[in-house]
């Protein structure tokens, strides 16, 4: 059974930093995409940030380019999103899923499993 746990949100002034991280159980992240998404109140789930399989090449959204920056580790099995610079505008609640196809790493269609989401508040 394929279990995804996203965790380090929290609140944080503007201009401040935090880490998220993403574990997993039952899949190793090296052999898939991965992704991260986050969903403001009243907003649609949005694509963040995504690592392809095996040589993690890098995908951002542009709101979030030379902001945040996805991380994989291997030995740990662990995903992370580093953020930094934070605004108001980033304050969702944000997820990390795993990519099966590898491709379209902004489409959450193409994501099948997800973690439970970690709130990120972010104040001015």
């Known amino acids: 059974q394929v279990q995804l746990v996203a965790s380090g949100g929290g609140f944080v002034q503007a201009g401040g930093s935090l880490r998220l991280s993403c574990a997993a159980s039952g899949r190793t992240f090296k052999d898939y995409a991965v992704g991260w998404f986050r969903q403001a109140p009243g907003k649609e789930r949005e694509f963040v940030a995504a690592?392809?399989?095996?040589?993690?090449?890098?995908y951002y959204a542009d709101s979030v380019k030379a902001r945040f920056t996805i991380s994989r580790d291997n030995a740990a099995n662990m995903v992370y999103l580093q953020m930094n610079s934070l605004e108001p505008e980033d304050t969702a609640v944000f997820y990390c899923?795993?990519?099966?196809?590898?491709?379209?790493?902004?489409?959450?269609?193409?994501?099948?499993?997800w973690g439970q989401g970690t709130q990120v508040t972010v104040s001015s």
């Open positions: 690592g392809s399989r095996s040589q993690f090449n890098t």
């Open positions: 899923a795993t990519n099966f196809y590898n491709t379209d790493y902004t489409n959450r269609a193409m994501y099948d499993y």
